[in-house]
Every structure is written in structure tokens, then in C-alpha cells.
């Protein structure tokens, strides 16, 4: 495994948190943001290559996570809105 640049690592890390500005819910979003700056932090220092690798993918999951969740929460609040849009017209 060849080791994670850190424009690789950056690119992950600005990533992460746009897709986690895709959150709907304000807590949501303000708590993914503040996990994942909080975990970059936490690991800036570190030195050994396979404890990047290891950590990069772990974050590339995260990522994957985040997007489905963005995903279910944007399709959720569609058929929400557009149930709610639809009860509204055939009342009148």
C-alpha cells in the first residue's frame, strides 16, 4: 500500500465536510462537522504510514456513511413535503 499524500488527505478532509453541510438537521450537520474536524486534529501528528492508511480508510467509510445518510434523510423529507403538499390540495 503506497502511503496517503497529504493532498489525498486533505482532499478527504474537505470532502467530508462539505458532503456533511448537505444535513438537513442543524444538530446533525453541527455534530458531523465537529466530529470530523475534531478527528483531523486529533490525528494531525501522526507519523506512521500504516496509521494514516488505516485512518484514511476509516475516513473514506465515514464518507460513504455520511453520503447515504444525506441521502435517506433529503429522500425522507421529499415524500414528507410532497404528502404533505398533496393532503393540502385535496382538502380545498
Known sequence: MAASSRAEVLRLYRALLRESQ???GYNYRTYAIRRIRDAFRENKNIKDSEKIEE??????VNLEVIHRQVCLFLSFHLRVVRSSNSSRTTKS
Open 22 to 24: 448537505r444535513f438537513g
Open 55 to 60: 485512518l484514511v480508510n476509516k475516513a473514506k
